[in-house]
């Protein structure tokens, strides 16, 4: 076992026997000391002590001490952001922490707090077991805000220098990406041309992805007698979660396999098509999981012929190289982004809308509006199209999404609805989404929040949070609209109010309920993995940041 060793340098003054926690040190007074090995637990207190400096560790490397025990650094506990999980007051030796009582009759938060500060032997086994950084070790007399602000602007600092960095590269990038417009066919009735098109490319035999409450309404019923009337085998694939899982994947490439298709048609709105996409990618890469396809470029092979059937207006998943999926074990919830899942075929038909439940019609709406905002204010790697696919998206929602919630009928409001949609979805699809989606991407896994719910109310308090960063651009889009204001900040506080007055008009909620106090870590680590450095969000957050639009949004 690894302990600590006494040299023949030891003048048996017997003060690292009197200060190990765990009594791991004996010997008599001027003789020389001896450590058990069994024992030790290596926190370093007796190298603190030893005048000779004789303590060495099992490299031989002698352990440094400090001048004066006043001089020792003390734990410093951050009461806002301590869980309460009790794992620094279990690793310390000394039993120099505690957890607090709580404040009053009812409350549920409890935080670590130093006991008495003169029985700490700054071991640092207490930082080290934190696992949210919550416990500090400083100097005697230091201002622990100073210094954790001067760390956390370091931090910032590194971070959003590497970001940019990134993101100037992948700019470059993006030119070579092969980005395109899926073929695409409108209208009412539209959809009675989809099995002509498969035929005329040769294929005769289509793995269908649907789910089962859009197969149960008879929506596919058009698309399956024309089929059928072509002679076109199908196997339809519809056992999918809300937010598709990597079962769910693993299930629909066994199908695609077993009944041998040639092509992949998704039928549906987000969790179809992402599904779908994701099954595509399992066909040519058979020898990696779904774990190891999310990120980015991670397909780098065209897969099957893809015909995209949206029922819904909001995703643009028929146009877009993202598939979203759920880890079946870990809840992780990430996408899958290479070009190479871009459907080739989509089909527009607003028809396949009118029975949306005003509802979904509202939260597919407002995540379409999502993708076309965040996209244009993210900037960087947008081109003059997908500039003006975003400005497109925001002015035919603007003027469509409140007459397709009131009416579901209404026809003209429901494809100009699946147009902004389309137009939104080809925007974000090289634009990039931000922390709107980062953040929701992780309640969707954690909670099963339906995505556009998650859109809808995360997307006004991430554009008020970015403040002046994302002004300019916010501004812009308020102007497609008609919203007036005499500058800049004016009218994206206007446009902001306009998203919020809309989500009000569709009774949409202003907060989610049931987020975790002990989950905002991993919600915190996740969304910054997905957004940090791929996302040119207007500014570059960090953990605080997060916090504070997690505070937010809590209902």
């Not at 409350?107 to 006991?115: C, E, F, N, S």
Request: aromatic share 6%; charged share 25%.
């Amino acid at each position: 076992m690894k302990s600590y060793y006494i040299t023949d340098k030891c003048i048996g003054c017997t003060l690292c026997a009197r200060i190990c926690p765990v009594g791991a040190i004996s010997g008599a007074l001027k003789e020389r000391h001896s450590v058990d090995s069994e024992k030790c637990i290596r926190c370093g207190a007796c190298a603190k002590v030893c005048a000779k400096e004789c303590i060495q560790n099992e490299q031989g490397v002698t352990m440094s001490k400090a001048p004066k025990r006043s001089e020792w650094p003390k734990p410093y506990i951050d009461a806002e952001r301590c869980a309460g999980c009790s794992l620094c007051v279990e690793s310390c030796p000394n039993d120099c922490l505690t957890i607090s009582a709580p404040a009053y009759h009812g409350d549920i938060r409890t935080v670590a707090q130093l006991r008495d500060a003169n029985d700490c032997i700054a071991c640092g086994f207490c930082e080290k077991s934190c696992p949210i950084d919550a416990v500090k070790l400083i100097p005697p007399g230091a201002d622990p805000l100073a210094m954790g602000a001067l760390e956390k602007r370091k931090e910032n600092k590194m971070s959003k220098l590497w970001c940019r960095t990134f993101q100037a590269v992948m700019k470059l990038g993006h030119y070579f990406m092969g980005y395109h417009m899926p073929d695409y066919v409108e209208g009412p009735g539209s959809i009675a041309k989809l099995a002509n098109m498969v035929k005329e490319k040769g294929l005769d035999n289509v793995l269908v992805v649907t789910d089962k409450t859009l197969l149960g309404l008879g929506l596919l019923d058009t698309m399956l007698d024309s089929m059928d009337k072509l002679g076109i085998a199908y196997t339809i694939f519809n056992d999918i979660e809300v937010n598709p899982t990597s079962d769910d994947v693993e299930a629909g490439l066994k199908a695609y396999k077993e009944n041998g298709c040639k092509a992949i048609i998704a039928f549906g709105g987000g969790a179809p098509m992402d599904c779908a996409k994701a099954i595509g990618a399992r066909v040519v890469r058979p020898r990696k999981s779904v774990a190891k396809l999310q990120g980015i470029l991670k397909v780098m092979k065209k897969i099957p012929p893809f015909f995209a059937v949206p029922t819904t207006s909001g995703t643009g998943s028929e146009t877009t190289v993202a598939a979203v999926i759920t880890d079946s074990a870990t809840h992780h919830k990430a996408s899958i982004n290479d070009p190479h899942l871009i459907p080739d075929y989509a089909i527009l038909d607003p028809e396949l809308t009118r029975g949306l439940p005003p509802f979904v019609t509202a939260t597919t709406g407002m995540d379409a509006l999502c993708h076309a905002v965040e996209s244009y204010t993210n900037w960087t790697y947008c081109t003059k199209l997908e500039k003006k696919l975003s400005k497109d998206a925001v002015k035919l929602i603007y003027d469509n999404l409140l007459a397709a919630y009131r009416n579901g009928n209404d026809m003209e409001a429901r494809q100009n609805m699946q147009r902004a949609s389309f137009f939104a979805g080809r925007s974000f699809t090289r634009g990039c989404v931000g922390y709107v989606h980062a953040v929701g991407h992780t309640l969707g896994g954690l909670y099963g929040v339906p995505h556009g719910l998650a859109m809808s109310t995360i997307l006004p308090h991430v554009m008020r949070q970015y403040g002046s960063a994302a002004h300019k651009r916010l501004a812009e889009l308020a102007e497609v609209c008609g919203i007036e204001g005499k500058t800049s900040e004016e009218k994206a506080l206007k446009f902001i109010e306009w998203i919020e007055q809309l989500k009000r008009a569709m009774d949409l909620p202003i907060g989610i309920e049931g987020i975790k106090e002990q989950d905002i870590p991993q919600i915190i680590a996740w969304a910054k993995a997905e957004a940090n450095p791929l996302y040119p969000t207007p500014g570059v957050w960090g953990d605080e940041d997060f916090k504070r639009l997690i505070r937010t949004i809590s209902a």
